[in-house]
């Protein structure tokens, strides 16, 4: 059943991409309508799900030294791939060398078309910590949504033993159940949207032009995320005993999901199914792992954050000392750890940050056109990277 799934995916993907090289405009509008229907319907149930999965997992966990284990082995796994990804994309940076984009290339409308820094990055750590239970939740803010579920979570399992706590763990359970029952619907209806995703793709790829002078900009960047996915994570599956195969090819669907979506967050309803039911990992370590990479394991964004930041700071003119690209490595890993699993997200942090130091930033108008496929490529990773830190954290630890 499963290979038949793949064949059925893979030949919906033949088909949205026929449909986008049509370059018809009603077709390209009925499948963006489409696209969007169905990131919406998963981005629905993204925030819910992280809320419940969190808070059931803790209440039947406690703070004990169950849930210490499984949150430093997932913590451990997430830093070491987070560090590897952004010391891989140095180290291609270092070795293809990106040339400076002539001087005039960026036009006044590239320049104008640069989206503002509305925060600096002090304000985006101000703001995960929640002054109200309900904007967390408008706003899918899921740092913040983190921290009270952590805390509603361990003060359920710190409840006495009474006929409330029962009703209260039941109710929660239930509900989720709920949600698992509207996202394995939606999976089943998925080749529709993966027609519609493919299509939308092609069609706005065929509608940008990349400039030359980017070529190795980009080579870094993908493949970067290229050799993190097929080699870096791999080996760190083997290392654990598991067979990497095996494990990519039950998470495909999620991978998949998260390369159209660009977005970990909507995606995740998708993780946690298939963990669960193609991987066999048990839901105490999925329905507490997968939110908690979902939001601080970021491989592609740190990777994206060094590798821009530098030549941004190389075009303005910056000295590029082994001092500070170190430094910036380190900012890469800790910036991405704080930021939210949502399309763009990675670009809008980078943003801020050359903002704060003062560089010119109408740099990144010339990057913003092509950052839809580094985007798709990079949320593919994290929700790889994601998978591999469960699966590794379900290995390390036994029953």
Known sequence: MNKKQI??????LVVGVVLGLLHI????????????IYTRLFRLLAVPTIVLAVITTLASLGGGKELGKIFRTSITYTLLTTFSAAALGLGLYLLIRPGNIPAGAVSAEQAADVPMAEASYSDHVMSVVPDNIVRPLLEGNVLALLIICFAVGIAISRMPESRPKEIIVNGLAGIQEILFTLIRWLIAILPIGIVAFAAQLIAEAGAGVMADSLGKYVAVIISGNLLQMFVVL????????????????????????AFFTKSSAATLPVTMENAEQRLGVRKKISRFVLPLCTTINMNGCAAFILCTSLFVMQNNGMELSWGTMILWLFISVISAVGNAGVPMGC????????????????????????????????????????SCVCAITNK????
């Open 396 to 399: 390390k630890l036994p029953e």
């Open 234 to 257: 791999p080996i760190f599956l083997l290392l654990s005993g598991i067979n990497p195969i095996k494990t990519f090819s039950g998470m495909m669907p999620a991978v998949l999901m």
């Open 25 to 36: 405009h009603a077709i390209d509008t009925v499948m963006n309508y489409i696209a969007t």
């Open 347 to 386: 670009y809008f942090l980078t943003l801020s940050l050359m903002s704060g130091i003062g560089a010119n930033i109408s740099m990144m108008g010339i990057i913003l056109p092509i950052y839809t496929i580094i985007d798709m490529v990079e949320t593919s990773e994290n929700v790889w990277s994601d």
């Open 7 to 12: 064949f059925i995916w893979l030949g919906a």
